[in-house]
């Protein structure tokens, strides 16, 4: 991602941001009419300490100097989360100044980590790179998901499959609420990796072929780890309960190793157990 891209990138999160505060929560009385929802420039700049003019010049993508500390006073005026604090910092800061240097890919799957993977019988398990490229499952994930060996390697990305697979979209029964939390970690990685140009041209056709991607894409948070609880309604197990945990796998590889659990108390478990039995 090029210098202006970045601060393309970095107005359209501010103005969102600011969008989504309650003025009150802010200590901003609601007197009159706002044309807008959530705080003024001039209310995020009062609070941040910053002059109104510079805020401005920041929101509207300027080519203008900032600071480390700054930004943070930025991030405590916009209320932002630790993970949404870095994401801030690695899109307004000059490559080399907090943000992730770009390392040569290495997928590979480590003999240990296959054989976690493999343990985990009874739950569906994913790994996939910092471009959300599958690069490992096991057994379990090819049964709730998909056959993923008769998917060729170049198409093998979770965010694609997800919109392009007629049979994902159906199977979790919020798949809007199921793929934000996807693109949520797609951010954080987005602003992880800013050097990387592969990002901006993967949105670009993802906003393309998918008309819904976009807006989904806009609203979308920054985290770098949510754990959630998803209800998918499966073609042959009905059904099924499972809580989300996404682990960061340590290593050179920047790896991330996405765990389906049954969820206690249903019979998600044994759903799963007995179609995984009839597929062998």
């Not at 890919?105 to 569906?124: A, F, G, N």
């Not at 690069?135 to 994930?141: F, I, L, R, S, Y």
């Not at 990685?189 to 976009?214: N, R």
Request: glycine fraction near 6%; proline fraction near 5%.
């Amino acid at each position: 991602m090029d210098r202006e891209a970045r601060l393309q990138e970095l107005s359209a999160f501010l103005r969102a941001k600011r969008a989504r505060i309650d003025p009150e929560s802010a200590g901003f009385a609601v007197g009159g009419r706002r044309r807008t929802a959530g705080l003024r420039r001039e209310e995020v700049a009062q609070l941040a300490g910053v002059s109104t003019t510079w805020y401005t010049w920041l929101e509207q993508g300027r080519n203008i100097r900032m600071s480390a500390q700054v930004l943070d006073c930025i991030s405590a005026a916009l209320q932002l989360t630790v993970d949404e604090r870095k994401y801030l910092h690695a899109l307004a800061l000059e490559p080399g100044l907090g943000t992730a240097r770009l390392t040569e890919d290495r997928t590979d799957i480590s003999p240990p980590l296959r054989k976690i993977m493999d343990e985990l019988r009874y739950c569906p398990t994913v790994v996939t790179d910092r471009r959300f490229h599958i690069v490992g499952w096991n057994e379990a994930a090819s049964y709730v998901f998909l056959d993923f060996n008769a998917i060729p390697a170049g198409e093998r990305n979770m965010i694609g499959l997800l919109f392009a697979r007629k049979e994902l979209r159906r199977l979790a029964v919020n798949w809007e609420h199921f793929i934000r939390g996807y693109l949520a970690i797609f951010r954080a990685y987005y602003g992880q990796y800013v050097e990387d140009p592969w990002y901006g041209q993967f949105l670009d056709e993802m906003k393309a072929e998918h008309p819904d991607f976009g807006p989904l894409w806009e609203q979308s948070e920054v985290k770098s780890a949510p754990e959630v609880l998803i209800e998918f309604r499966h073609a042959k197990a009905g059904k099924m309960l499972f809580h989300l945990t996404s682990l960061q796998v340590q290593g050179s590889a920047d790896l991330r190793c996405s765990i389906y659990t049954p969820a206690p108390d249903s019979p998600t478990e044994y759903k799963l157990k007995k179609g995984m039995e009839r597929r062998s």
